[in-house]
């Protein structure tokens, strides 16, 4: 049994895990120093019935998804030879056996465990150099319904001649949150996103950092800027566009015209100063491109309109074209086809007429007689 426990050891592979169950192991303790069966661990070390010589002790500590399981899913430590003897005191100690297993014990699930529970297992031997003998195994099953219980008392866990204290902490894992460890949440600060995680996971955005946005781009500015204004959304600010100035972007630049109202907009500001505003206090320079605008498009359009229309006439002249050529072929072969009708008719009329005339050539006296 014990060679499939480390086979099964040897495959069991660790991932990213969602919930940790942490085991601290207190006293362990086999007064008799004696094995499953009863005898002494080493036999030859018995003086009146007592095992004089203690068990040269390891442990095999396991978590499984019940009671019926061979293999650990959720994890084992093999712990080789813990020297002290058949009283040990785990209380305090960071690493146990010769094989330095990590104390407090660790295990791992990528899912909430099945009906709520595990079976925390121990198997216990004697390591001998002529082979192992089995002294005993403890086991209880563990029931949690959330992850938020906190460490449980120290339990006494006992076999037939053994017993083991222990407590349990059952946790998420790092980055999982939720009563069962459920909702994954990393803390961001680049691209992806820039957030930190509050205790049930949620997403808590840096800054401006909008949540809607997966905390990826700022917030809007608020108050939304003016027209004449551009938001700088990383500290909630609005700049003057160019062409404009003053605490409330409303004075020009360039030209002299008395301070006007911006309009207010919901987005972003354009980066051309408003020519929807009053007329009359306009800058010049804005008019002038407003007038080069506009009849640079009505150009435009007055090429496209005669570009079409010389087209149009031009499909329509080369239709007219083919229509008439057609119209010519047609008559061409309707004349042909009377022709053709009229050569024969011809040809038939002079045979008949040239068989008439032989007849009449050699008519015999009395009239015309039956051809046989
Ligand atoms: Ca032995
Ligand atoms: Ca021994």
């Not at 005191?89 to 690493?95: E, K, L, P, R």
């Not at 680049?190 to 996971?201: I, K, R």
């Amino acid at each position: 049994m014990m060679i499939v426990f480390l086979l099964l050891l040897s495959l069991l592979k660790y991932t990213e895990s969602n919930w940790v169950l942490e085991v601290r192991l207190y006293q362990y303790s086999n007064p008799t120093s004696r094995r499953s069966d009863r005898f002494c661990c080493d036999t030859d070390g018995v003086l009146d019935g007592i095992c004089m010589n203690p068990c040269d002790n390891d442990f095999l500590f396991c978590l499984r998804v019940d009671v019926t399981s061979p293999s650990c899913q959720y994890g084992a430590y093999q712990t080789g030879l813990v020297a002290g003897g058949d009283e040990l005191n785990f209380t305090g100690v960071a690493s146990i056996g010769e094989n330095n297993v990590s104390h407090p014990l660790l295990f791992n699930g990528t899912q909430w465990p099945e009906n709520n529970q595990v079976d925390f297992l121990v198997r216990v031997f004697d390591l001998d150099p002529d082979g192992s003998n089995f002294i005993g195994v403890i086991g209880t099953p563990l029931t949690y319904t959330n992850a938020s219980g906190g460490p449980s008392d120290i339990i006494t866990l006992r076999g037939i001649r053994i017993s083991i204290e222990a407590s349990f902490d059952l946790r998420c894992d790092t980055n999982y949150y939720g009563s069962q460890c459920d909702v994954f949440c990393r803390t961001h600060d680049e691209e992806l996103g820039h957030y930190t995680c509050d205790s049930q996971g949620n997403k808590i955005c840096s800054g401006r950092y909008d949540i809607e946005t997966n905390c990826t781009m700022f917030l809007p500015c608020d108050p939304v800027c003016n027209s004449n204004q551009q938001c700088i959304p990383s500290n909630n600010t609005c700049a003057c566009i160019d062409g404009w100035r003053g605490p409330a972007c409303n004075q020009c630049t360039n030209c002299t015209a008395t301070p006007v109202t911006p309009l207010s907009t919901t987005t972003m500001a354009t980066m051309i100063p408003s020519t929807t505003a009053t007329s009359g206090s306009l800058p010049t320079n804005s008019r002038r491109t407003a007038t080069i605008i506009y009849a640079s498009i009505a150009v435009g359009g007055l090429l496209i309109i005669t570009t079409m229309v010389v087209l149009i006439i031009i499909t329509l002249f080369f239709v007219h074209k083919r229509n008439n050529k057609e119209i010519r072929i047609n008559k061409w072969r309707t004349t042909k086809h009377q022709l053709s009708t009229l050569f024969i008719q011809k040809t038939r009329f002079q045979k008949l007429l040239d068989t008439y005339k032989y007849m009449k050539v050699t008519q015999p006296p009395g009239g015309f007689q039956k051809v046989q």
